[in-house]
C-alpha cells in the first residue's frame, strides 16, 4: 500500500481496516509512506504482486511511476492515478468520453477569463487541487486580479448553481454508491454523509467515467443543476467515506484484483485488450 | 488395494483421490476431457492444498493411471479389478458413466463392488444404480454389489494451475475429510476410507447438511450477490448478512427438530463451526461460484425452498428463507445472459410463476408470497452494478437523484 499519513484530524479507520481484512484473509501486506522514506531508485525493483495507490503525493505518484517502469502492477494504474489528478486531463478525457462535464478553459493569464465572466460566473480551482482547497467562484471581473495561479496555470469551469447538497460517487468493482453531504463538511460525522440511490442517468455517467479510464475503483464529484448532472472532479482513490461497509468492500475488491495477477490476468478488467486505457492514450 | 474414481474435478480429484490415496488405495481415474487425462497421466500425481486461517498443508496424491471414458475396455478393466469406484460427475451425468460400471461389473468375478456416488445428493445412488440396471442384463446380481450415496463436507473450491503447464495442477480446499456413506447401501467387505463415515440414516445426514450448511452457503452467496461481495469470505463479514445467514440456518434447524425430534438440527456450536468454514478466505470461493444454477438451488427439496417448507411444516415461521430464496431470483435476473430457464421463465411470468414452476411453490400461499414480496422489494433499489445497501429497508430513488430525507 503506498500511503500518505494523515494528520491526526483527519484520520480516518478506512485504510487500517482494509489491511487488516487483507491480512486476515491472508494476505502480506507492507505499508508504504514514500513521503517518509529513503527510496533508491537504481535498488527500485517490485518485490510484491500488487501495488495499492492510496496516497496522491506528488512523491507517491513519481515512486509508483518508477515502480510501474520496472514492471510493477499498480492499482489503479500509475498513469491513471497521475491522469486523475490533473484535472486539465482528467476533464478533457471524461469530455471525450461523452461525460457531462461544465464547459472549461486553462489559462496562464487571469485576464483572458474575463470575457467568460460575461457569460455568467466561473468556479476557479487548482488544477492539481484536493479536497475543495483554493475552489472560487468568480462572479465579477475584479475578483480575477485576486486570483493566484497554481503553477502558472489557471483552471476554470462555468459555474452551475447546485441544488442541494454535495453528491459524491464512488464505484468500487464496478459498483456504484451515492453518498450526500454539507459542504464544507466540519466533523467525521458529517463527512460520512448519507448513502443515496442514484438514477440510472448518474449510475450511467459514474460507470462511464471508469470506462474512459479503463478503472474500476474511483470517485466522482458530481453536481445537480437544473436537473442536469455535471461531473466536476474525478479521484482515482478517494476515502469512499460514507459508502456501507467501505472497507470491507475495497478489501474484496483489492483482493479480488491480487488474484487475478496472481492467476496471470489482468489487473484491471476494463482494460482494452492492448493493455492501454483511453487516459494512457489521452496523456502520450 | 485398488480404486477407480471417475470424475476428475474438483471433488474426484481433491476429495475422493486424495483420501483413497492417504487410505493406501491405488487410484485409476477416470475422465471425459481429454487434457486432464494427459495431464495426470504425464505427472502421474496432483497436488491438494489444504486450507484452514493461516494454516496450509499441500501434498502431492500419486495417481495409478489416467483413462479416458470413450476406452470402455480398459476402464471396464480397471473396475473389474478395483475394491472400490467413486464417482463424482455430477448428478445429471450419472446416466453417462453407467455403461463403464455396468461394463466392469460384467467383467468382474472377484469379490462384490462398493460404488459411492460423491455428489452431495440423496437419490445419487438410486439414480446411478437404476442407470446401471439398463446397461445390464436381466438375470445380472447387481444386489451382489454395493451402492451409497455420499455427504461430503470438504469444499474444494478451485483447482489452481493450467493443464498444459510443466507442474501438476493443485486443487485448494479445506481439511474436512468426512463423508458420509449408507452403511446399509453397502458390501463387505466395507471400503477403508480415511473420513468415511457409515450412517444409518443417511437421508437424516443428507437433510442436516442440506437445510443448515448449504441453506447458509447459499444465503451467503444471494445475499453477497445483492450486496455486490465478490466473496464468500467477505460477504460473510457483513455484519447483515452474517447475522441473516445464522438467522437462515437456525430457520433449517428449527425446521428439522419440528419433524425430526430435538436436537436432529445440530444446536447453535455446530453453526459456529459452519461460520468460520465460511471465513476461510484460502478457499477463494467467489459468491458467483457458490450461487451458481439458481433454478436447482430453488427446487422444492433444495436447501432453500425445501428448508423453509420443512419448517413451515412444523409450524416454523420463516423470515430469512425467503429472503434468501428472493435473492436467489435476482441472482437469476441479474444473469448478463438472461438464457437459464430460470432467467427465463422469471422474465415471461414473473416470480410467482417462476417459484410455481421451479419451487413447487402454491402462488397463493404464504412462503410464496413472502419470497415474491422481498423480491420486488430489492427490486426497488438492487441492480448488479448498485448494490443493495440495507437488506431490511430501502430508499426510493427519485428523478433528482437524491433518496428522499
Known amino acids: 500500500m503506498l500511503m500518505m499519513r494523515s494528520p491526526s484530524s483527519k484520520t480516518s479507520p478506512l485504510m487500517p481496516e482494509v489491511v487488516s481484512t487483507l491480512e486476515v484473509w491472508g494476505a502480506e501486506v507492507d505499508v508504504l509512506y514514500p513521503d517518509e522514506m529513503l527510496t533508491c531508485l537504481g535498488n527500485l525493483i517490485p518485490e510484491h504482486d ?10 507517491a505518484l513519481s515512486v509508483a511511476g518508477a515502480l510501474d517502469a520496472a514492471g510493477a502492477t499498480i492499482l489503479n494504474p500509475h498513469r491513471v492515478a497521475a491522469a486523475c489528478r490533473d484535472k486539465v486531463i482528467a476533464t478533457r478525457v471524461l ?37 475543495g482547497q483554493g475552489v472560487h467562484v468568480v462572479w465579477d471581473a475584479d475578483q480575477l486580479d485576486d486570483l493566484a495561479s ?56 459514474a460507470l ?8 474500476e475503483m474511483y470517485g466522482l464529484d458530481i453536481i445537480l443543476s437544473d436537473g442536469c448532472p455535471y461531473v466536476v472532479d474525478i479521484s482515482s482513490f478517494p476515502g469512499f467515506k460514507g459508502v456501507p461497509q467501505a472497507a470491507l468492500r475495497l478489501a474484496d475488491y483489492i483482493y479480488a484484483v491480487a488474484q487475478r495477477v496472481l492467476d496471470g490476468e489482468p489487473a484491471v478488467e476494463a482494460l482494452r485488450a492492448d493493455g492501454k486505457t483511453p487516459a494512457e492514450e489521452a496523456t502520450r | 488395494m485398488r480404486a477407480v474414481v471417475i470424475g476428475a474435478g474438483r471433488i474426484g480429484c481433491g476429495l475422493a483421490t486424495e483420501a483413497l490415496e492417504r487410505g493406501g488405495y491405488e487410484v485409476t481415474i477416470v475422465a471425459r476431457d481429454p487434457a486432464i487425462v494427459a495431464h495426470l497421466n504425464l505427472h502421474l500425481q496432483f497436488r491438494v492444498r489444504l486450507v484452514e486461517g493461516s494454516r496450509s498443508d499441500e501434498r502431492a496424491v500419486e495417481v495409478r493411471r489416467a483413462l479416458r471414458s470413450t476406452d470402455i475396455p480398459a476402464v471396464a478393466e480397471a473396475i473389474a479389478q478395483a475394491d472400490v469406484v467413486a464417482v463424482s460427475v455430477g448428478v445429471e451425468s450419472l446416466g453417462a458413466i453407467a455403461h463403464l460400471i455396468a461394463a466392469g461389473l460384467k467383467e468382474r468375478t472377484a469379490a462384490p463392488l462398493n460404488v459411492i456416488a460423491y455428489e452431495n445428493a440423496a437419490d445419487a445412488c438410486e439414480r446411478l444404480r437404476d442407470a446401471v440396471l439398463r446397461h445390464l442384463p436381466d438375470e445380472f446380481p447387481l444386489d451382489r454389489h454395493g451402492f451409497s450415496s455420499a455427504v461430503i463436507e470438504r469444499a474444494v473450491s478451485r483447482r489452481v494451475g493450467a493443464l498444459n503447464d510443466a507442474r501438476p495442477v493443485c486443487f485448494v480446499g479445506d481439511p474436512s475429510d468426512a463423508v458420509h456413506v449408507d452403511g446399509r447401501g453397502l458390501r463387505a467387505p466395507l471400503p477403508g476410507i480415511p473420513g468415511m463415515v457409515f450412517a444409518d440414516d443417511l437421508s437424516a445426514t443428507f437433510e442436516r447438511k442440506l437445510f443448515v450448511f448449504s441453506a447458509g452457503h447459499a444465503t451467503t452467496a444471494y445475499l453477497g450477490y445483492l450486496k455486490g461481495y465478490r466473496y464468500i469470505h467477505a460477504a460473510i463479514r457483513d455484519p447483515e448478512i452474517r447475522e441473516a445467514v445464522l438467522e437462515a440456518m437456525r430457520e433449517g434447524q428449527r425446521g428439522l427438530e419440528s419433524i425430526h425430534g430435538e436436537g436432529t438440527g445440530g444446536g447453535e456450536d455446530r453453526l459456529g463451526v459452519i461460520l468460520r468454514r465460511f471465513e476461510n478466505a484460502a478457499l477463494n470461493d467467489p459468491v458467483t461460484r457458490v450461487g451458481r444454477d439458481p433454478g436447482r438451488k430453488l427446487g422444492a427439496h433444495e436447501r432453500l425452498i425445501g428448508a423453509a417448507t420443512l419448517a413451515e411444516r412444523g409450524g416454523v415461521r420463516t423470515a430469512v428463507l425467503p429472503l434468501a430464496a428472493a435473492a436467489a431470483l435476482c441472482f437469476a435476473a441479474g444473469d448478463p445472459s438472461g438464457a437459464s430457464p430460470l432467467a427465463v421463465d422469471l422474465a415471461r411470468s414473473g416470480p410467482g410463476g417462476a417459484l410455481r414452476e421451479f419451487a413447487a411453490l402454491d402462488p397463493d400461499g404464504g412462503l410464496c408470497q413472502r419470497v415474491t414480496d422481498a423480491f420486488r422489494r430489492f427490486g426497488l433499489t438492487w441492480r448488479d452494478d448498485s448494490p443493495l445497501l440495507r437488506l431490511t429497508e430501502e430508499t426510493a430513488e427519485t428523478p433528482s437523484g437524491e433518496a428522499p430525507a
Open chain 1, 95 to 131: 469530455a471525450a468520453a461523452g461525460v457531462p462535464v461544465p464547459e472549461t478553459y486553462v489559462t496562464g493569464h487571469a485576464g483572458e477569463l474575463a470575457g467568460l465572466i460575461d457569460e455568467g460566473p466561473l468556479v476557479v480551482k487548482p488544477y492539481r487541487g484536493t479536497n
Open chain 1, 50 to 59: 500488487l501495488y495499492v495507490l492510496k496516497s496522491g503525493s506528488e512523491i
Open chain 1, 208 to 215: 462511464r467515467c471508469g470506462e474512459a479510464f479503463g478503472i
Open chain 1, 150 to 205: 497554481s503553477g502558472g496555470l489557471l483552471f476554470a469551469q462555468r459555474y452551475h448553481k447546485p441544488e442541494g447538497r454535495d453528491r459524491k460517487i464512488y464505484v468500487i468493482g464496478g459498483q456504484v454508491f451515492g453518498v450526500k453531504r454539507v459542504w464544507p463538511a466540519r466533523s467525521y460525522e458529517e463527512k460520512l454523509g448519507e448513502p443515496f440511490t442514484i438514477t440510472d442517468e448518474v449510475r450511467e455517467i
